[in-house]
């Protein structure tokens, strides 16, 4: 069975960092372009990070340019998002997805496994 699991979420004051975790099950993670989407409420998702599983070419959304760093760890079938500097305009529901696509800007319909999200909430 394919499953996508996201881990980390919280509640964080502004400036602070939170490190999510996207734990892959039932296949291997690194043939995958994985991405991390947010949606706010009231907002539309949207694509924040992508990483290829070939070459390990990133992509950043301009918002999380400096702060936002995508990563992988093939041997615990793990992608990582670590956001430092968390700003309020960060709050959101944060899923990850893995997809066999790679375009700039990332595009949902690309992605075909998805996971059930975690809340990041920065506190003002």
């Known amino acids: 069975q394919v499953q996508l699991v996201e881990s980390g979420g919280g509640l964080v004051q502004s400036g602070g960092s939170l490190r999510l975790s996207c734990a892959a099950s039932?296949?291997?993670?690194?043939?995958?372009?994985v991405g991390w989407f947010r949606q706010a409420p009231g907002k539309e998702r949207e694509a924040v990070s992508c990483i290829t599983g070939s070459t390990g070419s990133t992509y950043n959304a301009d918002s999380v340019k400096d702060r936002f760093t995508i990563s992988r760890d093939n041997a615990k079938n793990t992608v990582y998002l670590q956001m430092n500097s968390l700003k309020p305009e960060d709050t959101a529901v944060y899923y990850c997805a893995a997809g066999e696509r790679y375009r700039i800007p990332p595009k949902e319909a690309d992605f075909r496994s998805w996971g059930q999200g975690t809340q990041v909430t920065v506190s003002s």
């Open positions: 039932g296949f291997p993670l690194d043939d995958y372009t």
